[in-house]
């Protein structure tokens, strides 16, 4: 890398003892004052930070949905602590009016904060989405605090907006690994996970004290780091919704024609649709998918991903080309695991069924194919199987084993893996949706059903 070159070249290890070595020679000619005493740093007292922050709220992964189409309209708060207590404004701080925005005059006394005046930023929302990328920074003087509130929403122009995830940024204690981090003034991922699901990435910097030419090397690799990153993400952003919809659309083609209802039942929109036991192209619905009919349905897709692939391994180095590769076969097993059970919390979709035998074994054709075509043989750019058979690929393979497996049976399963500390959650998932879309179930099964789930949540949450 050039950087390293230029590093090398310039000795930087050595510039920055000497200007160590100047800062330290100066310090103690520099006659400490009461004023230098008080510019203690923003990391010095033991359960509160403080200080000029840049935060970036990147994206957000797998948001509740809580629309009736299995979606949302997210976007991202976040907030001070309700009665976060502001210090009176120090007239030597420049930075300090940056707190008062929503106040008419800055204290002169200590104020206690609430409401809206806590509100540190605010995305705009993505419509129609549960993993939307924001990609916005904000810049904000904090009093001092222990930690941050992090929300998500989702937009509603009607009513009020729904909550779909909470959490806290903990920046409290000397021993707090994030507060450490801070502490070089350089910028840093924070992945957070968000109750009751989904996970997102907030970039934090705590800005800098004293910059000598070796930290502008470090923050230079991180800023090229987070470039490659975020250039991956884009990448793979490209691709993954042509991905995801062939996905959908090889599964969808498997399943049961909807029987014709009367005219009066269409009409008024009312008795329950039934479906009948052949997909459009005549097949019966428990008959599997050959390997033949699986790789006629695919090839489009396998093409698709071909000829794009080919073009970013022709620009790309060996290493970023890889990285492609890997996280398009991670979009994948995404797609799957949405196509055969939906999220843990949220609304299922009204559109969403419970998917027939030979919808299942297209699944299982799919990852089989993809996953040869992401080996190549183990040549080139091909990714290794120990990479390919993660613990994702392998619950999915597990999932499809048990899809239609007697339900007590499935329930069981899981309640031991819970109990020895291996929870299958994508059990509890598949129970959740056979409980609402199985047709045959009776009226007593489906609520026995939902009395089950509704407590292994309540197990999961006490957890």
Same mark, same amino acid.
């Given at each position: 890398?050039?950087?390293?070159?230029?590093?090398?070249?310039?000795?930087?290890?050595?510039?920055?003892?000497?200007?160590?070595?100047?800062?330290?020679?100066?310090?103690?000619?520099?006659?400490?004052?009461?004023?230098?005493?008080?510019?203690?740093?923003?990391?010095?007292?033991?359960?509160?930070?403080?200080?000029?922050?840049?935060?970036?709220?990147?994206?957000?992964?797998?948001?509740?949905?809580?629309?009736?189409?299995?979606?949302?309209?997210?976007?991202?708060?976040?907030?001070?602590?309700? /009665?976060? %207590?502001?210090?009176? @404004? #120090?007239?030597?701080?420049?930075?300090?009016?940056?707190? $008062?925005? +929503?106040?008419?005059?800055?204290?002169?006394?200590?104020?206690?904060?609430?409401?809206?005046?806590?509100?540190?930023?605010?995305?705009?929302?993505?419509?129609?989405?549960?993993?939307?990328?924001?990609?916005?920074?904000?810049?904000?003087?904090?009093?001092?605090?222990?930690?941050?509130?992090?929300?998500?929403?989702?937009?509603?122009?009607?009513?009020?907006?729904?909550?779909?995830?909470?959490?806290?940024?903990?920046?409290?204690?000397?021993?707090?690994?994030?507060?450490?981090?801070?502490?070089?003034?350089?910028?840093?991922?924070?992945?957070?996970?968000?109750?009751?699901?989904?996970? /997102?990435? %907030?970039?934090?910097? @705590? #800005?800098?004290?004293?910059?000598?030419?070796?930290?502008? $090397?470090? +923050?230079?690799?991180?800023?090229?780091?987070?470039?490659?990153?975020?250039?991956?993400?884009?990448?793979?952003?490209?691709?993954?919704?042509?991905?995801?919809?062939?996905?959908?659309?090889?599964?969808?083609?498997?399943?049961?024609?909807?029987?014709?209802?009367?005219?009066?039942?269409?009409?008024?929109?009312?008795?329950?649709?039934?479906?009948?036991?052949?997909?459009?192209?005549?097949?019966?619905?428990?008959?599997?998918?050959?390997?033949?009919?699986?790789?006629?349905?695919?090839?489009?897709?396998?093409?698709?991903?071909?000829?794009?692939?080919?073009?970013?391994?022709?620009?790309?180095?060996?290493?970023?080309?890889?990285?492609?590769?890997?996280?398009?076969?991670?979009?994948?097993?995404?797609?799957?695991?949405?196509?055969?059970?939906?999220?843990?919390?949220?609304?299922?979709?009204?559109?969403?069924?419970?998917?027939?035998?030979?919808?299942?074994?297209?699944?299982?054709?799919?990852?089989?194919?993809?996953?040869?075509?992401?080996?190549?043989?183990?040549?080139?750019?091909?990714?290794?199987?120990?990479?390919?058979?993660?613990?994702?690929?392998?619950?999915?393979?597990?999932?499809?084993?048990?899809?239609?497996?007697?339900?007590?049976?499935?329930?069981?399963?899981?309640?031991?893996?819970?109990?020895?500390?291996?929870?299958?959650?994508?059990?509890?998932?598949?129970?959740?949706?056979?409980?609402?879309?199985?047709?045959?179930?009776?009226?007593?099964?489906?609520?026995?059903?939902?009395?089950?789930?509704?407590?292994?949540?309540?197990?999961?949450?006490?957890?």
């Amino acid at each position: 890398m050039k950087l390293d070159e230029i590093h090398s070249m310039m000795n930087v290890a050595s510039l920055a003892r000497t200007q160590a070595d100047n800062r330290a020679t100066l310090a103690q000619r520099k006659k400490k004052s009461p004023t230098t005493a008080k510019a203690s740093s923003a990391l010095d007292e033991q359960d509160k930070v403080h200080g000029a922050f840049r935060i970036e709220l990147v994206y957000a992964e797998n948001v509740k949905p809580v629309t009736k189409n299995g979606l949302a309209n997210p976007f991202m708060v976040v907030r001070l602590p309700d /009665g976060t %207590v502001v210090p009176p @404004l #120090e007239t030597d701080d420049p930075n300090a009016n940056s707190f $008062f925005s +929503k106040i008419t005059a800055a204290p002169s006394v200590p104020i206690a904060l609430t409401g809206n005046a806590c509100e540190l930023a605010r995305t705009r929302p993505v419509f129609d989405c549960i993993n939307p990328v924001w990609e916005e920074s904000f810049s904000m003087l904090l009093p001092p605090v222990s930690h941050l509130d992090v929300l998500i929403y989702s937009k509603n122009l009607i009513s009020n907006n729904e909550l779909c995830g909470k959490t806290i940024i903990d920046l409290s204690g000397r021993l707090s690994r994030l507060r450490q981090k801070l502490a070089d003034h350089h910028t840093h991922d924070v992945y957070i996970e968000f109750a009751p699901q989904g996970r /997102g990435l %907030v970039r934090m910097t @705590l #800005e800098g004290e004293q910059e000598d030419v070796e930290y502008w $090397f470090r +923050k230079s690799r991180e800023k090229l780091k987070r470039t490659q990153n975020d250039l991956l993400r884009g990448l793979t952003t490209k691709v993954s919704p042509y991905l995801k919809e062939m996905m959908a659309k090889v599964i969808k083609e498997h399943e049961g024609v909807a029987l014709n209802r009367g005219f009066l039942q269409t009409a008024l929109g009312t008795g329950v649709t039934q479906y009948s036991n052949q997909t459009a192209a005549g097949v019966a619905i428990d008959l599997a998918v050959t390997p033949a009919e699986a790789d006629t349905a695919m090839s489009l897709l396998t093409e698709y991903l071909n000829k794009n692939l080919e073009l970013l391994c022709a620009n790309l180095s060996p290493t970023m080309a890889h990285e492609i590769i890997k996280r398009l076969w991670e979009e994948v097993l995404n797609d799957v695991e949405y196509v055969l059970i939906p999220p843990l919390y949220g609304q299922i979709e009204t559109s969403r069924r419970y998917l027939n035998k030979r919808q299942v074994s297209m699944c299982g054709w799919a990852l089989n194919i993809l996953r040869s075509f992401f080996h190549a043989d183990g040549e080139a750019l091909g990714l290794p199987y120990r990479v390919l058979d993660n613990r994702k690929y392998l619950d999915l393979t597990s999932l499809m084993g048990v899809y239609f497996d007697d339900i007590v049976r499935i329930k069981r399963e899981y309640e031991l893996s819970f109990v020895y500390g291996r929870e299958k959650e994508m059990l509890v998932r598949l129970v959740r949706l056979r409980t609402e879309k199985q047709e045959e179930l009776t009226p007593s099964e489906r609520e026995e059903g939902r009395k089950w789930v509704d407590v292994q949540m309540t197990k999961r949450k006490d957890r």
